[in-house]
């Protein structure tokens, strides 16, 4: 088992890429720390690891609150004795072009998509700088590389990330290793919610799959696999990159 004996704080847990890297990551032996708002999928997805034979504990909070993102790490030490590592995956969209966006709105798409990560890091690091291989994977996105109309603060919130986590990889390897994944079009409740920027919305999504090289959407294991080989000690030689898994669709223009 790849993380037999290691915990890992999941955020974003209780839907789509989370999810499917909390039930992965349980397969290869993790303890969790599972991170979401909604308490009932929380509770699903509990269950959903135990009857794999995994272990996890669910708190629910905003990971824009600061305090929240000192609890989970507290919650993993508690439960766990340790921390190895992290997935920093919850995000929201915030959409609206510049003219249209309030500040408010601009002030919590960073908040959630790249405060929180500076938060849970700030918090996570002194425990993860006592183990042996720890690894933090960040989830950014295409959109740190393409435009798409009507999200401005999610493209600069992305790009954001890529350069957080380049900069806390220099900071603090060789201890622990830190890695960005920019995925492309995914099938979650997530791509849905971005198409309602697009003048057809449900053309956007069948078009987002059309127009990878591979000719389908992702799925949230196709992500999964990625994150749990960032994870584990068979990426040992991987630091401060990004990963895009895309089906292809920046390449193809
Ligand atoms: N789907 C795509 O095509 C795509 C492509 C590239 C990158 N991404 C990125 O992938 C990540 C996961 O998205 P997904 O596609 O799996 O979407 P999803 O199914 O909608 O899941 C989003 C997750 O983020 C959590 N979340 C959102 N805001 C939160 C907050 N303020 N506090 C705590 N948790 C919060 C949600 O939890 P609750 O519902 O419990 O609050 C949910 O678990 C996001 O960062 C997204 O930007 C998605």
Redesign the pocket.
Known sequence: MKLHQKTFII????????RAIALEFAKEGANLIL????KI?GKILLKEIEEIGGQAEFLA????DIQYNQQLVELAVKSFRQLDGLVT????LGLGSVTELDPSDWDTTFR??VDSVFFLLKFALPELLKRPAAAVVV?S???AYKSFPNHPAYCAS?AALLALAKQMAVDYGPTVRINTIC????D????HA?AVAFPDPKKAVENAGKNTLLKRLGE?DDIAKLVLFLASEESSWITGSAFTIDGGILAAG
Do not use: E, H
Not at 61 to 64: A, F, T
Not at 183 to 186: A, I, R, S, T
């Open positions: 955020t974003g847990a209780t839907s789509g890429m989370g991170s979401g708002r909604d999928k909070g905003d990971v824009g995956n919850a995000g929201m959630t998509n989830n996105s295409i959109a992305k995925p492309g079009p995914v979650t409740p997530f791509i971005s949230p």
